[in-house]
């Protein structure tokens, strides 16, 4: 029997206000094996681990429980006075008396009971814990970075700054993102480009990052510090080093009516083809599904034209392996698609656009040279309609419940740079909130109202109708007026809401990463752990973990990269003592612990087994210690009750439960 010490926090009045935790005290000294219980304000101060080391010390406790709030917030801080104090850390165990108690319940009476039960549950296993030791596991010097928007080139060249080698493995054939599909920038109102490009340079002149792009991450395995990654090289069809980035094969490829992803569809691209100018690396990829020579066997243009002998029809798909110590995941956003949205007629007419494509649209490279005009018919735009939160903030499942938090302040942007480039165009702003929290953001949007003159309405618009003659007819209710509103309109923006890029579901999968219900990578703790997935050794940077500018992301991408670091520094990790232990005695060798194990930690050895007497050579199941992330999957799965987790065995949870229903 252990001597177990039990110690019950006030957290203030979080649990106090609720719990009557006295009683919770007088109750726990009666379990067996205790032979001290009190209580504290606050145990993990200072103070309660000096109260926590004291009796440890003093009453010679071979046991600790802990009854305060989840074992996510305080458990290691509690261990570690532990061992402090001489004890064996995993001889310590916490009874969620918090989160799982007085948080969710309003009556004392019954959140009392439930504390004690919590608290006799944790005594009860206790009672079996044993000593553990944590094992060690090397750490690898290189980091991953998925996409290469700024949030990922931002957390590579940090990384890389810090002396490790660092890969970006981005999907399409250049690094830059929605970034560098941007005209302008708030809330300076700097060329996107300008900025952007001297980062993408020198990402990819630093001798430690090496870039692949239009390539994806394919298999993960292994864990914090020792992960293994397939990454897939698409074939571009054009050799890398060979080619020159001449661009005389896009010109000179027939094919040449496809929509530009770049452009947002608004402009054409060749069947082989550099995204945009400033294109990192300033290859070209032929996309197979329209090219000539793919589909028919004919043509061969580019290959004849280019110079340096690029163009490899041949090329196939290539997977590299490579090991890494930390993953940074930084893959982005994209805008919804608004195929649920008719009332505002963006499928039926050519001048409904989306935000994004106004940054084509007014953007000197793209498709139309700069110029703001009509997708219709080529005429300059007199009267522009914005309309916000078109599927943000929204109380049916058509939308998104949250705020993109980007769109008032680009919006605002739109508007200003529109009437300043055409001041003789009407603008006008429908708005449920103007929410500009940022550094400058208020004053930049009453610069848009107060200089440049923008009509701002708050107000829903209901409808879009195109009109015979080719113009739209807004038909909106003015919310302070309370009165309906028609007007004319030549151009209808959508500020579309954001969400994650639809990949990110593949990749946390991958990884074993949590995504929220909106799809957005959820982190190890809203407030203090922002940047850290709950998966160790993986890190948050840019829109993939929620909607963000650009200053927001860029300080976040250096977060991720610095809590990167951090891990790259160590050369060994401590592992996790509570892993899987299979009894040979038990085991039958039926792999299906083996099929379960997400961490393929799990292999099958012939062994020779005593068995009461008789010897004889059996199929087992071996866990590699290294390998078992101790998830307990096996445990649950194995039909014999031969894998049992050590620190959580199956003697314990039943003891447990035991404790509960007593
Ligand atoms: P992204 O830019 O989306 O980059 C993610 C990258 O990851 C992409 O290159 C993508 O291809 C890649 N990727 C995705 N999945 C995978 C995968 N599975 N494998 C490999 N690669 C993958 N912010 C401002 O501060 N000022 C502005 O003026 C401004 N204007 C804006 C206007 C509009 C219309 C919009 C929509 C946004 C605007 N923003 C602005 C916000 C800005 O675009 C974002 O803050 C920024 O782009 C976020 O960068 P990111 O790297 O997180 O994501
Ligand atoms: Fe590269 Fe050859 Fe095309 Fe020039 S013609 S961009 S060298 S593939
Ligand atoms: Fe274009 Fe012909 Fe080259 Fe295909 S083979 S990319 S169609 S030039």
């Given at each position: 029997?252990?001597?177990?010490?039990?110690?019950?926090?006030?957290?203030?009045?979080?649990?106090?206000?609720?719990?009557?935790?006295?009683?919770?005290?007088?109750?726990?000294?009666?379990?067996?094996?205790?032979?001290?219980?009190?209580?504290?304000?606050?145990?993990?101060?200072?103070?309660?681990?000096?109260?926590?080391?004291?009796?440890?010390?003093?009453?010679?406790?071979?046991?600790?429980?802990?009854?305060?709030?989840?074992?996510?917030?305080?458990?290691?801080?509690?261990?570690?006075?532990?061992?402090?104090?001489?004890?064996?850390?995993?001889?310590?165990?916490?009874?969620?008396?918090?989160?799982?108690?007085?948080?969710?319940?309003?009556?004392?009476?019954?959140?009392?009971?439930?504390?004690?039960?919590?608290?006799?549950?944790?005594?009860?296993?206790?009672?079996?814990?044993?000593?553990?030791?944590?094992?060690?596991?090397?750490?690898?010097?290189?980091?991953?970075?998925?996409?290469?928007?700024?949030?990922?080139?931002?957390?590579?060249?940090?990384?890389?700054?810090?002396?490790?080698?660092?890969?970006?493995?981005?999907?399409t054939p250049s690094?830059g993102?929605?970034?560098s599909q941007?005209?302008?920038?708030?809330?300076?109102?700097?060329?996107?480009?300008?900025?952007?490009?001297?980062?993408?340079?020198?990402?990819?002149?630093?001798?430690?990052?090496?870039?692949?792009?239009?390539?994806?991450?394919?298999?993960?395995?292994?864990?914090?510090?020792?992960?293994?990654?397939?990454?897939?090289?698409?074939?571009?069809?054009?050799?890398?080093?060979?080619?020159?980035?001449?661009?005389?094969?896009?010109?000179?490829?027939?094919?040449?009516?496809?929509?530009s992803e770049f452009n947002r569809?608004?402009g054409?691209r060749?069947?082989?083809y550099i995204p945009f100018?400033?294109a990192?690396?300033?290859?070209?990829?032929?996309?197979?599904?329209?090219?000539?020579?793919?589909?028919?066997?004919?043509?061969?243009?580019?290959?004849?034209?280019?110079?340096?002998?690029?163009?490899?029809?041949?090329?196939?798909?290539?997977?590299?392996?490579?090991?890494?110590?930390?993953?940074?995941?930084?893959?982005?956003?994209?805008?919804?698609?608004?195929?649920?949205?008719?009332?505002?007629?963006?499928?039926?007419?050519?001048?409904?656009?989306?935000?994004?494509?106004?940054?084509r649209?007014?953007?000197?490279?793209g498709?139309?040279?700069?110029?703001?005009?009509?997708?219709?018919?080529?005429?300059?735009?007199?009267?522009?309609?914005?309309?916000?939160?078109?599927?943000?903030?929204?109380?049916?499942?058509?939308?998104?419940?949250?705020?993109?938090?980007?769109?008032?302040?680009?919006?605002?942007?739109?508007?200003?740079?529109?009437?300043?480039?055409?001041?003789?165009?009407?603008?006008?702003?429908?708005?449920?909130?103007?929410?500009?929290?940022?550094?400058?953001?208020?004053?930049?949007?009453?610069?848009?109202?107060?200089?440049?003159?923008?009509?701002?309405?708050?107000?829903?618009?209901?409808?879009?109708?195109?009109?015979?003659?080719?113009?739209?007819?807004?038909?909106?209710?003015?919310?302070?007026?309370?009165?309906?509103?028609?007007?004319?309109?030549?151009?209808?923006?959508?500020?579309?809401?954001?969400?994650?890029?639809?990949?990110?579901?593949?990749?946390?999968?991958?990884?074993?990463?949590?995504?929220?219900?909106?799809?957005?990578?959820?982190?190890?703790?809203?407030?203090?752990?922002?940047?850290?997935?709950?998966?160790?050794?993986?890190?948050?940077?840019?829109?993939?973990?929620?909607?963000?500018?650009?200053?927001?992301?860029?300080?976040?991408?250096?977060?991720?990269?610095?809590?990167?670091?951090?891990?790259?520094?160590?050369?060994?990790?401590?592992?996790?003592?509570?892993?899987?232990?299979?009894?040979?005695?038990?085991?039958?060798?039926?792999?299906?612990?083996?099929?379960?194990?997400?961490?393929?930690?799990?292999?099958?050895?012939?062994?020779?087994?005593?068995?009461?007497?008789?010897?004889?050579?059996?199929?087992?199941?071996?866990?590699?210690?290294?390998?078992?992330?101790?998830?307990?999957?096996?445990?649950?799965?194995?039909?014999?009750?031969?894998?049992?987790?050590?620190?959580?065995?199956?003697?314990?949870?039943?003891?447990?439960?035991?404790?509960?229903?007593?």
């Open positions: 029997m252990q001597k177990i010490g039990v110690f019950v926090c006030h957290c203030g009045t979080n649990i106090a206000g609720t719990v009557d935790v006295k009683k919770v005290v007088e109750m726990a000294a009666k379990e067996p094996g205790v032979v001290h219980a009190e209580d504290y304000q606050y145990m993990c101060s200072e103070a309660g681990q000096s109260k926590i080391i004291a009796a440890i010390q003093e009453k010679g406790l071979t046991g600790v429980v802990v009854c305060s709030c989840s074992p996510r917030m305080h458990e290691a801080t509690f261990r570690k006075a532990a061992e402090k104090a001489g004890l064996n850390p995993y001889m310590v165990e916490i009874a969620n008396i918090r989160e799982h108690c007085s948080w969710i319940h309003k009556d004392m009476q019954e959140a009392t009971e439930k504390a004690v039960i919590l608290a006799r549950a944790a005594i009860a296993k206790v009672n079996l814990n044993a000593p553990l030791k944590a094992g060690e596991s090397r750490v690898t010097k290189r980091a991953l970075v998925i996409g290469g928007g700024i949030a990922g080139i931002q957390s590579a060249l940090d990384i890389a700054d810090a002396g490790y080698e660092v890969d970006i493995v981005e999907k690094i993102g929605r970034m941007l005209d302008k920038t708030f809330p300076t109102l700097d060329c996107s480009a300008c900025i952007l490009t001297p980062k993408m340079v020198e990402a990819a002149a630093h001798e430690k990052i090496h870039i692949y792009t239009f390539s994806e991450v394919e298999k993960v395995s292994g864990f914090v510090g020792d992960f293994t990654v397939d990454i897939r090289k698409k074939a571009r069809s054009v050799d890398m080093d060979k080619c020159t980035g001449c661009g005389v094969c896009s010109e000179k490829c027939p094919s040449k009516k496809n929509p569809g608004l054409n060749s069947a082989i100018a400033q990192i690396p300033n290859v070209p990829v032929i996309d197979r599904e329209q090219c000539i020579k793919f589909k028919t066997g004919k043509c061969g243009a580019c290959s004849k034209v280019c110079q340096a002998g690029a163009i490899d029809y041949e090329q196939q798909d290539e997977i590299v392996t490579q090991k890494y110590g930390a993953i940074v995941v930084a893959t982005g956003f994209d805008m919804i698609k608004l195929d649920k949205y008719d009332e505002y007629a963006y499928s039926q007419s050519k001048d409904v656009i989306t935000s994004l494509e106004l940054e649209l007014m953007n000197a490279a498709p139309t040279g700069g110029h703001l005009e009509r997708l219709s018919d080529g005429r300059a735009p007199k009267n522009i309609v914005f309309v916000q939160c078109v599927g943000s903030r929204c109380a049916d499942e058509r939308g998104k419940s949250y705020c993109s938090k980007i769109c008032c302040m680009y919006t605002a942007k739109h508007a200003m740079l529109i009437r300043d480039k055409y001041p003789d165009t009407n603008v006008t702003v429908f708005y449920i909130d103007v929410r500009t929290p940022g550094k400058n953001f208020d004053e930049f949007y009453r610069r848009a109202v107060e200089d440049y003159g923008v009509n701002y309405v708050k107000g829903q618009v209901g409808k879009v109708l195109p009109q015979p003659d080719g113009s739209l007819l807004v038909q909106a209710s003015d919310l302070l007026d309370n009165r309906q509103i028609k007007m004319e309109a030549d151009l209808v923006v959508l500020a579309a809401a954001i969400e994650p890029n639809p990949d990110v579901r593949r990749i946390a999968t991958m990884l074993t990463a949590s995504i929220d219900t909106n799809n957005f990578l959820t982190e190890a703790h809203a407030k203090l752990r922002p940047v850290e997935s709950p998966t160790a050794g993986i890190f948050l940077s840019g829109v993939c973990q929620g909607p963000k500018d650009i200053p927001e992301t860029v300080a976040q991408a250096g977060a991720a990269a610095v809590k990167a670091i951090g891990l790259l520094a160590k050369d060994k990790l401590l592992t996790n003592p509570c892993t899987a232990q299979s009894d040979e005695l038990l085991c039958n060798g039926c792999s299906q612990c083996a099929n379960v194990c997400p961490y393929g930690a799990i292999s099958y050895e012939e062994k020779l087994v005593n068995d009461h007497g008789i010897r004889e050579t059996r199929r087992v199941a071996v866990v590699n210690n290294a390998l078992c992330q101790g998830c307990g999957a096996c445990t649950v799965t194995c039909p014999s009750g031969a894998m049992d987790l050590q620190g959580f065995s199956n003697r314990q949870i039943i003891s447990e439960v035991d404790a509960i229903c007593r």
